[in-house]
């Protein structure tokens, strides 16, 4: 495996993320096994690759929808803005709806969007992350399904990027601090 020089090091690798993945769409399949169908939202683009994995998983009825923000940042640090700038194409009101997010941070992200979509009056709403940085966070917003817990590090590849670039590596990586100082 050829690891470019901006990783410090490999955190989870493609197996052990596919074994969580496995482990949560069969945790969704049994918790949604009675609902109407379930409508995913994947928010763009760092939740693309995990969407599609997971979607493919999950054993139960479901859609596929997305999402795209923009959040107003300083290099790493998020400044907590949110605005949505692509929504759902179909209505979110009366569906069961789970955001697919690829990773919580400070936590305005998801606070944000929570209430955006509670605001719709969905049927239920729940939101799953692959990754959570539970010691960054800001806004004490509930996650109902976690895959992995990191430390405070920048972390690149399934689906998140720095700056863009990573974004397709098939494993997830700490970035090396010199490359992301904040
Ligand atoms: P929050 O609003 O601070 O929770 O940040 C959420 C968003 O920041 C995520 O959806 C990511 O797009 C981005 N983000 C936060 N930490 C990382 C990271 O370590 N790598 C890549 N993106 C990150």
């Given amino acids: 495996m050829r690891v470019p020089s901006s990783i410090e090091r490999v955190l989870l690798d493609e197996e052990t993320i596919a074994g969580r993945v496995r482990e949560l769409a ?19 683009k760092g939740a693309f690759i995990f ?3 997971l979607s493919r998983r999950l054993t139960i009825v479901h859609h596929v929808d997305f ?10 640090t998020s400044t ?6 692509m929504d759902t194409r179909a ?22 969007l929570l209430r955006n979509f509670r605001a719709r009056e969905p049927a239920s709403l729940r939101a799953c992350a692959l990754l959570s940085k539970s010691a960054r966070r800001q806004v004490d917003v ?7 817990e990191i430390p405070d590090v920048w972390v690149v590849g399934y689906g998140l990027d720095y700056a ?17 100082a904040r």
């Fill in 164 to 180: 863009d670039r990573f974004r397709t590596l098939p494993y997830i990586a700490a970035l090396k601090r010199e490359v992301y």
């Fill in 80 to 85: 907590g803005a949110v605005r949505l700038i």
């Fill in 26 to 44: 069969a945790q969704i399949s049994a918790d949604y096994d009675d609902a109407d169908a379930l409508m995913l939202v994947g928010v763009l």
């Fill in 67 to 76: 999402i795209a923000l923009s959040s107003y940042s300083r290099g790493a």
């Fill in 91 to 112: 209505s979110v009101t009366g569906r069961h709806v789970l955001i697919v997010e690829d990773i919580v941070d400070t936590g305005y992200t998801l606070d944000y």
């Fill in 142 to 148: 509930p996650v109902d399904y976690v895959g992995f």
């Fill in 51 to 53: 969407m599609a994995d």
